[in-house]
């Protein structure tokens, strides 16, 4: 796979739009909450979905990047995150997108303290 190298590891180059996302609340239970990206009026929701894609770390751990669209914020609940880049695990992701970033890779996929995260063959 290639990747493209930047300060802090590597992003991969497929982009895949998603509409929820699966975070740890305040209470330690996961649960899936709306993802959009905004610009400017961060009390509502756009209609307007964020961009994942696959982050390698520098010891090669494959996780991933959450990003708005067009340099936009990432707001994910009503009122629980605002910010404008996400790393997270595999599993925070819908099955439909993981399955998109992960097409044609050979990445293996491994549980480490709850996350999901993935190793290059």
């Given at each position: 796979?290639?990747?493209?190298?930047?300060?802090?590891?590597?992003?991969?180059?497929?982009?895949?739009?998603?509409?929820?996302?699966?975070?740890?609340?305040?209470?330690?239970?996961?649960r899936?909450?709306?993802?959009c990206t905004?610009?400017?009026?961060?009390?509502?929701?756009?209609?307007?979905?964020?961009?994942?894609?696959?982050f390698?770390?520098?010891?090669?751990?494959?996780?991933?990047?959450?990003?708005?669209?067009?340099?936009?914020?990432?707001?994910?609940?009503?009122?629980?995150?605002?910010?404008?880049?996400?790393?997270?695990?595999?599993?925070?992701?819908?099955k439909?997108?993981?399955?998109?970033?992960?097409k044609?890779?050979?990445?293996e996929?491994?549980?480490?303290?709850?996350t999901?995260v993935?190793?290059?063959?």
């Open positions: 796979m290639e990747w493209q190298k930047r300060r802090d590891g590597y992003l991969g180059k497929t982009i895949v739009d998603i509409k929820t996302l699966r975070v740890l609340d305040s209470s330690d239970r996961v899936r909450f709306r993802v905004v610009f400017k009026n961060f009390e509502s929701f756009s209609s307007m979905p964020a961009q994942a894609r696959l390698k770390s520098e010891n090669g751990f494959i996780g991933v990047l959450v990003t708005g669209k067009n340099e936009g914020y990432v707001k994910v609940g009503k009122n629980f995150l605002l910010l404008q880049v996400i790393k997270t695990g595999l599993n925070s992701l819908s439909k997108a993981l399955k998109e970033l992960l044609k890779r050979n990445i996929l491994t549980d480490i303290d709850g999901t993935g190793l290059e063959k």
